[in-house]
């Protein structure tokens, strides 16, 4: 059974950082893209990032660019999202997600909460 | 640029059907399609994908109410024998280039 499941979500001051986790089970990760996706409470799905799957090629929304990194260790089957410089407006909950030709999985997500 | 529009909300009765539109943006109208549900509370869940050939695969345990179809740049989400547990609000996406995650803004469904 693929799991996805997120870990590192909590309060931090704007300007600070967090690094989230996706531990996956149930498939061989290393031969799959993986995805960051946000939400606001409240609101809409929005994508944030995603990596390849040997970790040699990121993209990122313009929101988080240059702000946040996605990473990964194929040998501990985990996803990272190193988030730096968090501003407010980067308050949501963070679900990772595996997407490969119409077989998709989400995780239950990690609430990360920018407040002073 | 890419944009993906969808109506903020549907309602329809116990028993009846819904179909949920999602527009794909001019100049895009061949691009594949995946549909999420969100309940209340909860994650967001696989529901289908709908490819630009018409094909579609379906996520573990859909059941059979959940059909997908498409006309030029809209593609649908028809839900039959609407249950209590549909009530839940629907997302299209899909991907730019294979690598950029677009969202639509959400259909939210009412089980009258």
Redesign the interface.
């Known amino acids: 059974e693929v799991q996805l499941v997120e870990s590192g979500g909590g309060l931090v001051q704007p300007g600070g950082s967090l690094r989230l986790s996706c531990a996956a089970s149930g498939f061989t990760f290393s031969t799959y893209w993986m995805h960051w996706v946000r939400q606001v409470p409240g609101k809409g799905l929005v994508w944030v990032a995603r990596i390849d799957n040997d970790g040699s090629s990121t993209a990122y929304a313009d929101s988080v660019k240059g702000r946040f990194t996605v990473s990964r260790d194929n040998a501990e089957n985990t996803l990272y999202l190193q988030m730096n410089s968090l501003r407010v407006e980067d308050t949501a909950i963070y679900y990772c997600l595996r997407d490969w030709h119409g077989e998709v999985y989400w995780g239950q997500g990690t609430l990360v909460t920018v407040s002073s | 640029q890419l944009v993906l529009t969808q109506s903020p909300s549907a309602s329809a009765s116990l028993g009846a059907s819904v179909k949920l539109t999602c527009t794909l943006s001019s100049g895009h109208s061949d691009y594949a399609i995946?549909w999420?549900q969100?309940q209340p509370e909860k994650?967001?869940?696989?529901l289908m994908?709908l490819?630009s050939d018409g094909s579609?695969?379906k996520?573990d345990g859909i059941p059979d109410r959940f059909s997908v179809s498409s006309s030029g740049a809209e593609r649908y989400l028809t839900i039959s024998s609407l249950q209590s547990e549909d009530e839940a609000d629907y997302?299209c996406?899909t991907?730019v280039s294979g690598?950029?995650?677009?969202?639509?803004?959400?259909t939210k469904v009412t089980v009258l």
């Open positions: 995946t999420h969100q994650g967001p869940r696989y994908k490819n579609h695969t996520g997302y996406q991907w690598t950029q995650g677009i969202f639509g803004g959400g």
